[in-house]
Every structure is written in structure tokens, then in C-alpha cells.
């Protein structure tokens, strides 16, 4: 607001005191909300109905009043500002003392232009000014105003608002926490009155101490309040001195919603953590805990017989929060999102498949998922795989699906597809197989059966993905993951240390799938008989060698050489890079193109390595003997 000390001093003062009446001098900091030009009488306009911080101008254009005592003190008891005397009634002369002697009985300042302005001008220039002041405490209000709405939007601390009342203000601003020490000397002899502004006795005070001058202000709606202390060396004027109670008001707005975000926050990652524990016991196959902890989260997700698996690839780690409020937007609560534990740009989305949902149901592939995934997969970077349904028992293979079918998404126009069949070798084997995977898997029979399942499903992960991912997958460490595997393929026969006993125990589990499946009388179907050796099932499957041959078209001469060599190192590129006389990070590039080509991932262990291998196998171009069969063989020698 304007105050007479705007009007009466600086470098351009517009009034001064008339030195007559120099007994009764206006406050400095007494503010002027209003001007207006009295009558002949020196009464106010009728329209004028409230005169304080009002600014009286007498015109000189008629003759005072003879008695003007009576109108001083008239204005004075209305509580004008001030008078200011222009024109004829300004100069020296009877009628001045006259005013002059009133103005003192009635306790009024009586002031008069610096210059020999009329009354209409004095107006003028005393509203320009106002208006000004007016503009600059909405501009402060506004700027205050702006800067709360960013830091709410980026989710900012107070230190920025703190640090602009400083500068708006030309004062020292510190938020004074409860029980916190105020770290002012000022305010060490006063601590009950900020006491009481902690406890909420007082919202707001004001004292002076040692020439410094303090405004306290309580920050939120319930106490112990944080303190908003400003201190300037000068005295504050009326118009900055809104500012820190705006100011604090602003603060208890921004303080609510940071502790409504902050608990919003830990209930996601609670949330995000449950999800997590949920996947982890249904990669594990323990799908009655895990419908009992997804019922109150998703309802209904879990309890249909089998479900999909897709698996969503953002541009970076830190898009995987919107991207899973992305896809519960697309797909609603029919679906269980997780942040993968195993990939952190990876998202998993678990569906339900209810029997009856063909391949293309929904109109389009998986469910129609496919189709509810593409607008979430639209940004650069992003890709959607969709595996084929299946039971929940078996949700890590549903996993795999989504993963292969990753790696084909994103090469695809609109950046998802969907795999609705099996592995391109299990898909073609003969029936006979099933007895060689019953012999090769037998030993694990004779383990606890929950140990062999614990076993089981946590080398079926790690062959697929390695011990690392595994670990995160099913919440182990990776020495355990590890461990695990090594145990369940010493108990069939095979050495963990070598790509192709992992990719015959791998086939063997994909094999003892089928075992599961019921066939016509409900229970599963168990072929009896002396088990058939490996290679000569693969000899024999003319469709697994027309599949191969189809799997590795993408692929020139030179590359099949390369992929046959580095099998042959145990896919340990440390060790093939030398023997083909490249760098490793060459045969990694060379290996990331040959996984593009074929939708198979070979720069990390697991299930596209398998694929990649038994391919090789079936036409020809690995050896047979680079297989050790246990069921025909005998367990591996140590």
C-alpha cells in the first residue's frame, strides 16, 4: 500500500509537512487507500462512506471557511490520513493560521505540494502513485503466487519461496521447524510468543528487538506449526507486510499436498513391492499363495484357469511408473502390472485367458491385448511382447512367450506381437519324446516334493534368463539360483558348465510339460515302453528339421559358422572371441544381429541360446556328439 512516507520523502517527495504546523507531523508508515478533493466547506463528498487512510485535498479555488476548527475536527474524527492545503488557502496569511491552529487542536497533519500543484493535479499524481503501488503488490502477490504453483508441479521444498521472500522483502526468512532452535539472537528473549505460534495459541505476531523487526506467522492447519520468521532492519511497511503472511499460507498449501504425495508414494511402492511377490510365487508355481495376496488387489485376475504374460519394454528405467499407470489405464483392473524385478526397463502385465478366447479374440492378438497395448507402445523406445496363454502353474513359461515374442516386437510395424505356439523344436518332436524326457527327469522324483518343486522351478528360470535375472525373478540370491541349478542337473546326469547339458535339461522340462497336459480321460497321458535315444528322435523328426531350416533362413553361411563355434565355447564369449581370432565386444555385436535376425536373444544365457542350438543340431551343422544324452549315455562323467 502507499504510505505518507511514499508521498512525503525520497528522491521525489510530492508533499511536505507545512512548517507551521510542525507539532502535529504524519506517520511515516500511516497508509493512503484513497484521495478525494473536499467542497468549499471542507466537508467530504456525499459518495465518500469510509475515511480512513483517505487523503483529503482542499481546493484553492474558494475562500476557506471562516471557522475551518470544526470541519478539521470533523475529518479528523472520521480518520483521515491527512490534509493537504493547495492554492490561495496554502499561502501565508490568516486563513493558513487559521488552518493551522485548528489542525493542531484537532491532532491532524496538514501538508501542502512540494510544488504549486492544484487540487485536481495533486489528485492525480497522488492516484498515479497509488495505482502504481497497487501494481507492484499484485505483481509481488502474483510472482509469489506463480513460483508456489511450480514448485507444487515439480514437487519441490520451500528453500526457493524462502529464498524470493527475501529478495521481495529486503529481509532475512528462515521456516522454523517445532522444537527446532530459532538460530536468531532476536528471538532468543522471546521464545514463549514463538512458542505460541508453534502450538497454534497465535497464528501471528510481531515484535521488535535489539533495532531488528520480526514477523512470525504459523505455516499449515494443525499444530505444532512449522514458523515462518521474517526479519528486516528497517521497520516493515504495510504493503510487504502481506507478503510473508501469504507467503505462509502458501507454504501449509504446499506442505499438504507434499505429505498427501509422499504417502501416495510409499502406498505405490507398497503396492508395486506385493505385485512383485505375487509374479515371484507364480514363476515359482505357487499359485494358491498367489491368489490369495492378488484377490484383494485385482479380483478376478487370478481365478481364471490359465492367463497371458506380456512383457512391456520402455525407452528408459525411469518411464517404468507411467508406463504401469499407462498400461492399468488401458487394460483396467482385469490385469496385474509389475514393475520386472529382473529388468528394469521391463513391465509385466499378468491377464487372465479364460477358456474359449481364441488367438484372435477381441479383435486382435492375445485377447485382444495386443490391440489394448499399442497406444501405451506408441513412444520411441517402447515395444509390447504378448506369450501364448497357459495354466498359472506354468506362468514362467507364459514369461518366456512374452520375451521371445519381445524381441520380434520390436521389429514390428506397430512395436508388440504376439507368440500363440510353443518352442520351434518341442512343437514338432514325436510322441516318443515324451518317454525320454520321463526317463531324463526320473532321478528328481526321488527328492521331497517340495524341494524337487522349489528345484524345478527355479532351474527352469535360470536356464531360461541366467542366475542373476532368476535371483530377481523369485527374490534368491544368485548364488542360490545358481546353486539350485546345479544341483537338479547333477541329479539327472549333466554339467551345469556347458551350454548343451543346460539346453537338454531345458528341452527335457519343456517336454515334461506335455507329460502334464491331460489328454482324453482327463489325466495326463504317460507313454510306456524303453525310452528312444535323443539323437535318434531328432533324426527322425522330419517337421523339427523343416522348422529349424525356416528358424535359420535370416541367417548367411559365415554367421552359422560363427554361431556353431561359439556354442561350442559354452557360449562364453571370453573364450570364443580368441579361438575366432575377434574381440569381444565384436562377437557380442556380431551376436546381438544373429538374435535380431532369428527373434532370439545369445548375448545373455538362456532359453535363445537352447533354441539357437538344437536348430544347429537338426540340420547338421553341429555334430551330434556335441550332445551328451543321459537317459542313453549314462550321467556325464565328473
Same mark, same amino acid.
Given at each position: 500500500?502507499?504510505?505518507?512516507?511514499?508521498?512525503?520523502?525520497?528522491?521525489?517527495?510530492?508533499?511536505?509537512?507545512?512548517?507551521?504546523?510542525?507539532?502535529?507531523?504524519?506517520?511515516?508508515?500511516?497508509?493512503?487507500?484513497?484521495?478525494?478533493?473536499?467542497?468549499?466547506?471542507?466537508?467530504?463528498?456525499?459518495?465518500?462512506?469510509?475515511?480512513?487512510?483517505?487523503?483529503?485535498?482542499?481546493?484553492?479555488?474558494?475562500?476557506?471557511?471562516?471557522?475551518?476548527?470544526?470541519?478539521?475536527?470533523?475529518?479528523?474524527?472520521?480518520?483521515?490520513?491527512?490534509?493537504?492545503?493547495?492554492?490561495?488557502?496554502?499561502?501565508?496569511?490568516?486563513?493558513?493560521?487559521?488552518?493551522?491552529?485548528?489542525?493542531? /487542536?484537532? %491532532?491532524?497533519?496538514?501538508?501542502? &505540494? #512540494? *510544488?504549486?500543484?492544484?487540487?485536481? @493535479?495533486?489528485?492525480? =499524481?497522488? $492516484?498515479h502513485r497509488l495505482a502504481g503501488v497497487l501494481r507492484e503488490g499484485v505483481g509481488q502477490r502474483d510472482r509469489l503466487l506463480r513460483l508456489?504453483?511450480?514448485?507444487?508441479?515439480?514437487?519441490?521444498?520451500?528453500?526457493?519461496?524462502?529464498?524470493?521472500?527475501?529478495?521481495?522483502?529486503?529481509?532475512?526468512?528462515?521456516?522454523?521447524?517445532?522444537?527446532?532452535?530459532?538460530?536468531?539472537?532476536?528471538?532468543?528473549?522471546?521464545?514463549?510468543?514463538?512458542?505460541?505460534?508453534?502450538?497454534?495459541?497465535?497464528?501471528?505476531?510481531?515484535?521488535?528487538?535489539?533495532?531488528?523487526?520480526?514477523?512470525?506467522? /504459523?505455516? %499449515?492447519?494443525?499444530?505444532?506449526? &512449522? #514458523? *515462518?520468521?521474517?526479519?528486516?532492519? @528497517?521497520?516493515?511497511? =504495510?504493503? $510487504?507486510?502481506?507478503?510473508?503472511?501469504?507467503?505462509?499460507?502458501?507454504?501449509?498449501?504446499?506442505?499438504?499436498?507434499?505429505?498427501?504425495?509422499?504417502?501416495?508414494?510409499?502406498?505405490?511402492?507398497?503396492?508395486?513391492?506385493?505385485?512383485?511377490?505375487?509374479?515371484?510365487?507364480?514363476?515359482?508355481?505357487?499359485?494358491?499363495?498367489?491368489?490369495?495376496?492378488?484377490?484383494?488387489?485385482?479380483?478376478?485376475?487370478?481365478?481364471?484357469?490359465?492367463?497371458?504374460?506380456?512383457?512391456?519394454?520402455?525407452?528408459?528405467?525411469?518411464?517404468?511408473?507411467?508406463?504401469?499407470?499407462?498400461?492399468?489405464?488401458?487394460?483396467?483392473?482385469?490385469?496385474?502390472?509389475?514393475?520386472?524385478?529382473?529388468?528394469?526397463?521391463?513391465?509385466?502385465?499378468?491377464?487372465?485367458?479364460?477358456?474359449?478366447?481364441?488367438?484372435?479374440?477381441?479383435?486382435?492378438?492375445?485377447?485382444?491385448?495386443?490391440?489394448?497395448?499399442?497406444?501405451?507402445?506408441?513412444?520411441?523406445?517402447?515395444?509390447?511382447?504378448?506369450?501364448?496363454?497357459?495354466?498359472?502353474?506354468?506362468?514362467?513359461?507364459?514369461?518366456?512367450?512374452?520375451?521371445?515374442?519381445?524381441?520380434?516386437?520390436?521389429?514390428?510395424?506397430?512395436?508388440?506381437?504376439?507368440?500363440?505356439?510353443?518352442?520351434?523344436?518341442?512343437?514338432?518332436?514325436?510322441?516318443?519324446?515324451?518317454?525320454?524326457?520321463?526317463?531324463?527327469?526320473?532321478?528328481?522324483?526321488?527328492?521331497?516334493?517340495?524341494?524337487?518343486?522349489?528345484?524345478?522351478?527355479?532351474?527352469?528360470?535360470?536356464?531360461?534368463?541366467?542366475?542373476?535375472?532368476?535371483?530377481?525373478?523369485?527374490?534368491?540370491?544368485?548364488?542360490?539360483?545358481?546353486?539350485?541349478?546345479?544341483?537338479?542337473?547333477?541329479?539327472?546326469?549333466?554339467?551345469?558348465?556347458?551350454?548343451?547339458?543346460?539346453?537338454?535339461?531345458?528341452?527335457?522340462?519343456?517336454?515334461?510339460?506335455?507329460?502334464?497336459?491331460?489328454?482324453?480321460?482327463?489325466?495326463?497321458?504317460?507313454?510306456?515302453?524303453?525310452?528312444?535315444?535323443?539323437?535318434?528322435?531328432?533324426?527322425?523328426?522330419?517337421?523339427?528339421?523343416?522348422?529349424?531350416?525356416?528358424?535359420?533362413?535370416?541367417?548367411?553361411?559365415?554367421?552359422?559358422?560363427?554361431?556353431?563355434?561359439?556354442?561350442?565355447?559354452?557360449?562364453?564369449?571370453?573364450?570364443?572371441?580368441?579361438?575366432?581370432?575377434?574381440?569381444?565386444?565384436?562377437?557380442?555385436?556380431?551376436?546381438?544381429?544373429?538374435?535380431?535376425?532369428?527373434?532370439?536373444?545369445?548375448?545373455?544365457?538362456?532359453?535363445?541360446?537352447?533354441?539357437?542350438?538344437?536348430?544347429?543340431?537338426?540340420?547338421?551343422?553341429?555334430?551330434?556328439?556335441?550332445?551328451?544324452?543321459?537317459?542313453?549315455?549314462?550321467?556325464?562323467?565328473?
Amino acid at each position: 500500500m502507499l504510505t505518507m512516507d511514499d508521498l512525503t520523502t525520497g528522491e521525489n517527495p510530492m508533499l511536505r509537512p507545512v512548517e507551521a504546523a510542525a507539532g502535529v507531523r504524519p506517520r511515516p508508515g500511516r497508509a493512503v487507500e484513497q484521495v478525494e478533493v473536499c467542497d468549499g466547506g471542507w466537508r467530504l463528498p456525499g459518495s465518500v462512506t469510509r475515511a480512513r487512510d483517505l487523503l483529503v485535498v482542499v481546493p484553492g479555488d474558494v475562500p476557506p471557511p471562516d471557522d475551518p476548527a470544526a470541519a478539521l475536527r470533523g475529518l479528523a474524527e472520521r480518520g483521515v490520513t491527512a490534509v493537504v492545503l493547495t492554492g490561495p488557502a496554502a499561502a501565508p496569511g490568516p486563513g493558513r493560521d487559521r488552518a493551522v491552529a485548528a489542525a493542531r /487542536a484537532a %491532532g491532524l497533519p496538514l501538508l501542502e &505540494p #512540494v *510544488l504549486p500543484y492544484g487540487a485536481a @493535479e495533486v489528485q492525480a =499524481r497522488v $492516484l498515479h502513485r497509488l495505482a502504481g503501488v497497487l501494481r507492484e503488490g499484485v505483481g509481488q502477490r502474483d510472482r509469489l503466487l506463480r513460483l508456489t504453483a511450480r514448485l507444487d508441479r515439480h514437487d519441490e521444498g520451500p528453500g526457493r519461496l524462502l529464498r524470493h521472500l527475501e529478495d521481495e522483502c529486503g529481509a532475512e526468512v528462515r521456516l522454523i521447524a517445532p522444537g527446532a532452535p530459532a538460530g536468531w539472537e532476536v528471538l532468543d528473549g522471546h521464545r514463549h510468543l514463538l512458542a505460541q505460534v508453534h502450538g497454534g495459541r497465535m497464528h501471528t505476531a510481531a515484535l521488535s528487538a535489539e533495532g531488528r523487526h520480526v514477523l512470525l506467522h /504459523a505455516v %499449515g492447519s494443525a499444530p505444532p506449526h &512449522p #514458523v *515462518l520468521a521474517a526479519v528486516r532492519t @528497517e521497520p516493515w511497511p =504495510r504493503r $510487504l507486510r502481506t507478503l510473508p503472511a501469504l507467503a505462509a499460507g502458501q507454504l501449509g498449501l504446499l506442505h499438504r499436498p507434499a505429505e498427501r504425495r509422499e504417502a501416495e508414494r510409499r502406498l505405490w511402492h507398497t503396492e508395486m513391492t506385493l505385485k512383485v511377490s505375487i509374479l515371484q510365487y507364480l514363476m515359482v508355481g505357487g499359485v494358491a499363495a498367489a491368489v490369495r495376496a492378488a484377490e484383494p488387489l485385482a479380483p478376478g485376475v487370478l481365478t481364471a484357469d490359465s492367463g497371458r504374460v506380456a512383457v512391456v519394454e520402455c525407452a528408459s528405467p525411469g518411464d517404468r511408473p507411467a508406463v504401469v499407470r499407462e498400461c492399468e489405464k488401458a487394460l483396467g483392473r482385469r490385469s496385474l502390472v509389475v514393475l520386472c524385478p529382473a529388468v528394469d526397463r521391463h513391465v509385466i502385465v499378468i491377464l487372465p485367458h479364460r477358456t474359449g478366447d481364441g488367438p484372435g479374440a477381441g479383435g486382435g492378438g492375445g485377447d485382444g491385448t495386443a490391440e489394448l497395448l499399442a497406444p501405451v507402445v506408441r513412444a520411441s523406445g517402447m515395444a509390447a511382447g504378448i506369450g501364448s496363454p497357459g495354466p498359472w502353474y506354468r506362468t514362467a513359461h507364459c514369461y518366456d512367450s512374452a520375451v521371445r515374442a519381445l524381441a520380434a516386437a520390436r521389429r514390428a510395424p506397430r512395436r508388440t506381437a504376439v507368440e500363440e505356439g510353443g518352442s520351434p523344436l518341442v512343437a514338432f518332436l514325436p510322441e516318443a519324446a515324451r518317454r525320454w524326457a520321463e526317463a531324463l527327469l526320473g532321478p528328481l522324483d526321488g527328492l521331497p516334493r517340495e524341494q524337487r518343486d522349489q528345484l524345478v522351478h527355479t532351474a527352469r528360470l535360470t536356464l531360461s534368463y541366467g542366475a542373476a535375472s532368476t535371483a530377481r525373478l523369485v527374490g534368491v540370491d544368485r548364488t542360490t539360483a545358481g546353486k539350485r541349478l546345479a544341483l537338479v542337473m547333477r541329479q539327472v546326469g549333466l554339467g551345469r558348465a556347458r551350454l548343451a547339458d543346460r539346453a537338454v535339461l531345458d528341452l527335457a522340462f519343456q517336454l515334461g510339460d506335455r507329460l502334464r497336459a491331460p489328454g482324453p480321460s482327463g489325466v495326463p497321458e504317460v507313454s510306456g515302453g524303453r525310452p528312444p535315444h535323443l539323437c535318434a528322435l531328432l533324426a527322425r523328426s522330419d517337421e523339427a528339421r523343416q522348422e529349424a531350416e525356416r528358424f535359420l533362413a535370416p541367417l548367411d553361411a559365415a554367421t552359422r559358422a560363427l554361431l556353431v563355434r561359439w556354442i561350442a565355447a559354452d557360449g562364453v564369449i571370453g573364450r570364443a572371441a580368441p579361438a575366432l581370432g575377434m574381440h569381444r565386444n565384436s562377437l557380442s555385436q556380431r551376436l546381438e544381429r544373429a538374435g535380431a535376425l532369428v527373434g532370439r536373444v545369445l548375448t545373455q544365457p538362456g532359453g535363445g541360446c537352447h533354441d539357437l542350438l538344437w536348430a544347429l543340431l537338426l540340420t547338421g551343422e553341429l555334430p551330434p556328439e556335441a550332445v551328451h544324452d543321459p537317459v542313453a549315455d549314462g550321467p556325464r562323467p565328473a
